[in-house]
Nanobody, 119 residues
Framework: QVQLVESGGGLVQPGGSLRIYCAASGFTFASNGMTWVRQAPGKGLEWVSQISPGSYSTWYSDSVKGRFTISRDDAKNTLYLQMNSLKTEDTAVYYC????????????RGQGTQVTVSS
């Protein structure tokens, strides 16, 4: 069965960096586009970024463009999100999802990893 396990979250100061991970199994990872979404306290799921199979194309929300970088290692079945210049408004639970999806449409996703940006 499809399994997505996020890790790497934590507490970081504003302006800091963090890299989060998503280990995938149960499907042909290399053949799938992948998505990161996040959910801030009291808010709905927000689309963050996507990457195509083979890493040919990447997309970012306006709120993270220029600060976050999505990447993948198909040999390791792992998806990454490098987050730089973090802001307090980036505080959220971050989820990876299989395929291309937005917000609540990302039903095949992991359990999430908490990222807290605070001084």
């Amino acid at each position: 069965q499809v399994q997505l396990v996020e890790s790497g979250g934590g507490l970081v100061q504003p302006g800091g960096s963090l890299r989060i991970y998503c280990a995938a199994s149960g499907f042909t990872f290399a053949s799938n586009g992948m998505t990161w979404v996040r959910q801030a306290p009291g808010k709905g799921l927000e689309w963050v970024s996507q990457i195509s199979p083979g890493s040919y194309s990447t997309w970012y929300s306006d709120s993270v463009k220029g600060r976050f970088t999505i990447s993948r290692d198909d040999a390791k079945n792992t998806l990454y999100l490098q987050m730089n210049s973090l802001k307090t408004e980036d505080t959220a639970v971050y989820y990876c999802a299989r395929g291309y999806c937005t917000g609540a449409g990302c039903t095949t996703r992991g359990q999430g990893t908490q990222v807290t940006v605070s001084s």
